[in-house]
């Protein structure tokens, strides 16, 4: 079998190679990338249909369009042949380096090297893929008549094998407009077979056709280019053998012991039957998550996908569950049915019961579990590629087998047929009555002769969109277009620059020239620590066109991160924009900046930087800050020299928060500074550090000393909500020597662990209550007795109430022959009015639950009827069955004879 991971990757070949798990000289090789498919004379599979319909046809019948064209291919993962020359040298070379290796070892042992094996070791990415072979890396004694048995005089032949594929699709993705493609079956099975070759076709528009012709082939009817506009995906899966998982758990016993004591009570006697074991994965789930039972998973492979490992941390968890039960509970046989009962089918015969030891019985040093798994899986890969063709250097004659043009008008496409539309423009805010455009449209006929069409088209507010369609000039699409802004009460703007388009849909942007728009937004600027506030002063003047000076004032600050100069100046913008940006500090600083200029639609405003700056950061640091109310911290400097002082305050109340001082300095000036914190805590005690000296750049642990507490987790992952949907647990504390009395309630609906974390003064004294009240879901209510707690992970126990139970177990069903099943259950207490029915469906072997509460002294018997609902249509019904079983198994469907 093919194992994982890859053997070698061939990058020039763009091929993966995968070594076999037994035979060391076998391997697969898988593609990287798709092709199109050649014929056995080497052609390739594709051909490119483009047509036009004749003006009668399109007469006759309006709805046709001008033409279109189809596109039929195959593809497939293919190696090259000299490909796999290359690859299967280098991997003979690999082979014989392993066979003399293996040949050395058996000779030191006096042993014949066909007795010899290489074990399914794993070629690991990142990790030393050098061949290094010793004695623990063989299987001795096997025997040379073993098929995977070396020979004993050469090395092996290299054999080149194809995947066990066990699933496959594809998908072509082609041009997705509407406009271009009109129908595709481009998705849909490989063949899983050979070079699982895929089918794949293509309605094209009349657009659709052009394009793929014009991509393919050039004007003079010769190949264009070896790229086609398709990619192809496969998505692939293929059997594959992967790296084992070493897996190491431990548990404290006795903590593990007492959580678990409710959960063995359903069957009859205090026992838990296999099933029942063998579907508490959610338990153990719970029990690791809990700290209950510690679990490390060492999954061998850096890159194992995330459903692998799922998958073997499943697995993993099921082989702890299972030493645990053994660890915690006798295995015992059931009871056999008497021969006249009547229910005796219905009971699992082959499902053990295990009963829960005795404190005296059980083994309570730490649980310790180390274990090695090894497994296969369905391995996803996914060859995709940008399809090459095969047409680029190819005569016309040639290119013709391949791509076709059916001329059935002449010629194909006989309008411009041309769309303008204008954007940019704000018909409702904007001083513009009209945008004016006029498109140049000129070329040389059949007849050789020059040809010039002309047009105009004014956009308005009411009017936004413009069409044109005059007859080609030939086969030239190509025309210009230059557009105007008409404003209201002021003359027209320039005419723009022409510009040559070639398509028919013409979006024509428009920036107005007579507007100025310019955006300051803030850039690198720290609101939070350092700056309050910018002010930015912004000017405009052109004094050549008339235009006198403009400006305004605006403010960027921590609400307010973008402004805009706005002016319509109804002239070109021929001067820059100047702006001078002033910073006010949070220390009490004003910072005024240079007039700087820009000739751009937008300005970053960023906090000025120099050598002069001092930056001081105020980082928390400590244990959990969980007791701390706050951290003042005060900050200052003074130059008196110079004249420059500075002070900021700062509050800092987690861990997660930090704060920052700058202040301007003058050049040469010291850079000394000083800092006090004040640190005041929940339970009403501070301390103050006083002030202390820093020097520079520096950043400033602030730490807080915190008292120490008592943490207690509340762990609910036993409790059954369907019976007791609130479960009260009030804990409490009381340290009388220290007048400490603290007491919370949590109120436990879901399993979610709860935490509470009380202040200490005696951290030796560390015992608190716990009292547990249920509230059932018929309106009891349960105390338990306050008791002290052993432990600071408080396990909420399961509260043990008469219900009647049926666990039903569709194990033995054929799904098969009855596709699905029913099983009716009903339960009757006449004398306390009490008559329950509940159907089940099973459509898979996945178990459902019949659960009643019921008053202690309720029969406990209840009736079943199945439902068998055959393949072939048939409804076949049992006679109803009564019972008391915790555990139902549905029988299979037997034809009466």
Not at 245 to 251: D, G, H, K, N
Not at 546 to 571: C, H, P, Y
Request: aromatic share 10%; net charge negative.
């Amino acid at each position: 079998m093919l194992k994982l991971p890859e053997w070698r990757t061939f990058h020039e070949q763009r091929v993966t190679v995968y070594q076999d798990d037994t035979i060391f000289w076998k391997f697969y090789l898988v593609p990287n990338y798709v092709t199109i498919r050649k014929d056995d004379t080497g052609k390739p599979v594709f051909l490119l249909v483009s047509y036009a319909f004749g003006d009668q046809d399109r007469e006759e019948n309006p709805d046709l369009p001008r033409g279109g064209g189809y596109m039929v291919l195959d593809v497939e993962m293919r190696v090259e042949p000299d490909h796999e020359k290359a690859i299967k040298e280098q991997l003979q070379k690999d082979v014989d380096q392993l066979w003399h290796e293996l040949k050395r070892l058996a000779e030191q042992a006096g042993k014949s090297v066909q007795g010899y094996r290489i074990t399914s070791s794993h070629n690991l990415p990142r990790l030393s893929t050098s061949v290094s072979l010793g004695v623990n890396d063989v299987l001795l004694g096997l025997g040379p008549e073993g098929p995977e048995a070396p020979p004993g005089d050469q090395p092996p032949k290299v054999i080149l094998a194809s995947p066990t594929w066990v699933e496959g699709t594809f998908k072509v993705s082609a041009p997705q407009s509407e406009h271009l493609v009109s129908n595709r079956l481009a998705e849909g099975k490989v063949s899983l077979v050979g070079t699982n070759v895929a089918s794949a076709n293509l309605d094209l528009t009349t657009a659709g056709a052009a394009f793929m012709v014009q991509t393919l082939v050039d004007p003079q009817g010769t190949g264009a280019t070896n790229l086609t506009p398709i990619q192809v995906t496969y998505n692939l899966k293929f059997v594959a053998r992967v790296p084992p998982v070493s897996v190491v758990a431990s548990a404290n016993t006795r903590n593990l012991y007492a959580a678990v004591k409710g959960i063995f009570h359903d069957y009859e006697g205090g026992g838990c039957d296999e099933d029942t074991v063998s579907h508490s994965e959610q338990n153990m789930e719970m029990a690791i998550s809990s700290g209950l039972v510690e679990m490390k998973i060492d999954v061998g492979w850096p890159d194992v996908p995330d459903d692998l490992v799922n998958q073997m941390r499943s697995d993993a968890m099921k082989s702890v569950q299972q030493a645990l039960t053994e660890r915690l509970a006798d295995k015992k046989a059931p009871p056999v049915p008497a021969a006249d009962d009547p229910t005796r089918e219905f009971v699992n015969r082959d499902s053990d019961i295990y009963y829960l030891k005795s404190e005296m019985s059980v083994d309570f040093t730490t649980f310790t579990h180390k274990e090695t798994l090894a497994s296969t899986r369905k391995q996803d890969i996914n060859p995709q590629g940008t399809l090459q063709a095969f047409l680029h250097g190819l005569s016309p004659e040639e290119v013709r087998q391949y791509v076709r043009k059916i001329d059935l008008d002449d010629p194909f496409f006989q309008t411009l047929d041309l769309k303008a539309w204008v954007f940019g423009i704000d018909w409702e805010k904007d001083p513009i009555d009209f945008v004016e455009a006029e498109i140049d449209y000129r070329g040389t006929d059949e007849n050789g002769q020059p040809v010039t069409k002309a047009t105009s088209a004014i956009f308005t507010k009411d009017k936004k969109e413009f069409a044109w369609d005059p007859s080609l000039i030939g086969a030239k699409r190509e025309y210009r277009c230059r557009w105007r802004v008409g404003y209201r009460g002021h003359e027209p703007s320039e005419w723009s620059a022409w510009e040559t388009k070639a398509s028919n849909r013409l979006s024509l942007s428009v920036t107005p020239p007579g507007k100025i728009d310019v955006a300051f937004r803030v850039g690198d600027i720290s609101f939070d620590t350092v700056t309050k506030s910018v002010q930015v002063e912004v000017e405009y003047e052109d004094t050549s066109r008339g235009v006198a000076k403009i400006g305004t004032m605006m403010k960027l600050d921590a609400s307010a991160a973008e402004q805009r100069f706005t002016n319509w100046i109804f002239k070109p913008r021929g001067k820059p924009v100047r702006y001078r940006p002033t910073f006010f500090l949070k220390n009490g600083q004003t910072i005024v900046g240079d007039w700087l200029e820009t000739t751009g639609d937008a300005v970053l405003v960023n906090e000025p930087r120099s050598e002069n700056r001092l930056d001081v950061l105020l980082v928390p640091s400590g244990r959990s800050w969980a007791q701390v109310v706050q951290s003042v911290v005060t900050v200052r400097y003074a130059d008196q020299r110079n004249g420059v002082a500075a002070e900021a305050f700062y509050q800092l109340k987690s861990l997660e928060e930090f704060k920052q001082f700058a202040v301007y300095l003058a050049s040469g000036a010291s850079r000394k500074f000083e800092y006090q914190v004040v640190t005041t805590f929940k339970d009403g005690s501070s301390e103050q550090s006083g002030w202390l000296t820093g020097d520079g750049d520096s950043t400033v642990q602030v730490t807080a000393t915190e008292p120490p507490e008592l943490v207690v987790d509340v762990l609910p992952m036993m409790l059954d909500f369907t019976v007791t949907p609130v479960v009260e647990v009030g804990l409490r504390y009381d340290d009388d020597a220290n007048n400490i009395h603290e007491s919370e309630t949590f109120a436990l609906t879901a399993n979610e662990k709860q935490s509470w974390a009380v202040p200490l003064k005696n951290p030796a004294k560390k015992d608190f209550k716990v009292k547990v009240t249920y509230n059932c879901a018929d309106g009891k209510v349960v105390e338990r007795a306050e008791e002290t707690s052993p432990d600071t992970k408080v396990t909420v126990q399961k509260l043990l109430v008469p219900e009647v139970v049926a666990s039903i177990l569709p194990r033995m069903i054929d799904f098969v022959q009855t596709p699905v099943v029913e099983a009716n259950v009903a339960y009757s207490d006449p004398a306390r009015g009490v008559d329950v029915q509940e159907t089940f469906s099973f459509t898979d072997a996945t178990p459902q639950e019949f659960r009643h509460q019921v008053d202690a002294a309720a029969p406990k018997a209840y009736s079943v009827e199945i439902v068998y609902y055959l393949a072939d249509g048939q409804v076949v019904t049992r006679p109803p069955v009564t019972l008391n079983k915790t555990q139902l198994t549905l029988p299979k469907y037997v034809q009466a004879a």
